[in-house]
């Protein structure tokens, strides 16, 4: 059984940063792509980040480059993203999911395993 254990949500105020984690079991974790994606109230599931299976390639959603950063440990099962500069728009729960391949991609239709999100909230 595939799990996605999120972490490291949580309030924190505009300009500020949280880190995300996401471990995952239950499957070779250095042979797919991991992402990250977020779902605001009201709105649709949207893209965050990704990166393929051995970190050399990542992408970023838009006007999300510069203040997120993917990364991952194989060596951990582990993915994280780094968010700076945090605004009160970017207040969602973001879920990290495993792809169906090795390479990264911001199509949440590439991905088959999900976790069941964190909630972070950026007050003003």
């Known amino acids: 059984q595939v799990q996605l254990v999120e972490s490291g949500g949580g309030l924190v105020q505009a300009g500020g940063f949280l880190n995300l984690s996401c471990t995952v079991s239950?499957?070779?974790?250095?042979?797919?792509?991991m992402g990250w994606f977020r779902r605001a109230p009201g709105k649709e599931r949207e893209s965050v980040a990704a990166i393929n299976y051995s970190s050399g390639i990542t992408y970023y959603g838009d006007s999300l480059k510069g203040r997120f950063t993917i990364s991952r440990d194989n060596a951990k099962n582990t993915v994280y993203l780094q968010m700076n500069s945090l605004r009160p728009e970017d207040t969602a729960v973001y879920y990290c999911a495993m792809g169906r391949y090795g390479s990264g991609s911001l199509n949440q239709d590439d991905y088959n395993y999900w976790g069941q999100g964190t909630q972070v909230t950026v007050s003003t």
């Open positions: 239950g499957r070779t974790f250095s042979r797919y792509a």
